[in-house]
């Protein structure tokens, strides 16, 4: 399987009620400002080269961002400080992203998260989180072979990724590694033959943003620390 086969997949999958449900409505009954759009109303792949060496891993899409555009972190406060952080890293193309086909090419990272369908308040369920796992296990599988580092953001996406890693092989300690900004974790493959550094950023919601738990420069740190550990 390939990363485009495994996206091509992931639009069609209606796993989750009530993330169908709400990913439709909001495509139906849309924000003012967006009244002109056809929302996309489908699960968001992820996006960025599948030999990324660096992978992003968020939360799920918001109702009026991605699930809107149909792209990760797309069209939303969130994904503009996410891609001016990138591209001040040389690993975005350009510092906006407003629409699918705008130009905006990554360089050696993909953004992805957790769950790839809206949730209301941006909260998915545990249950969801749960169901949506297999495809974030089968898109660490295929970028494993490039993969050097994982930055995450989020505590939500940190308990998301670490079974995900375990059963890839990954050796974690003990006990789990506990999420925080700036969290930092080296990890070794079992058979000794591989490498991957996990970092924690709190997420540029637009709530910690605004009660500035986190800035832009915050999240750059982790994000070139991240680039660095990569090679990128
Ligand atoms: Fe499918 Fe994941 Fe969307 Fe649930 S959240 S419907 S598992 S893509």
Known sequence: GSVDALDAALVGCRACPRLVRWREEAGRVKR????????????????GPPDAALAVVALAPAAHGGNRTGRMFTGDPSGDLIYAELYALGLASQPT????????????????????????????????????????????????????????????????????????????????????HGARVPLRSADGTGELLLLGSYHPSRRNVSTRTVTPAMIGEVLRAGAVAAGL
């Open 32 to 47: 003012r400002a967006y009244l002109d759009w056809t929302y996309w109303a489908r699960p968001v792949p992820g996006y």
């Open 97 to 180: 992203a407003v629409a699918r086909g705008d130009g905006l090419a990554l360089r050696g990272v993909r953004i992805t998260s957790p769950v790839h369908c809206a949730p209301p308040d941006n909260k998915p369920t545990t249950a969801e989180r749960d169901t949506c796992r297999p495809w974030l296990a089968h898109e660490m599988d295929l970028l494993r072979p490039t993969l050097r580092a994982v930055v995450v953001l989020g505590g939500f996406g940190w308990q998301a990724l670490l079974p995900v890693l375990a059963a890839a092989g990954w050796a974690l300690p003990r006990p789990r590694p506990v999420f925080g």
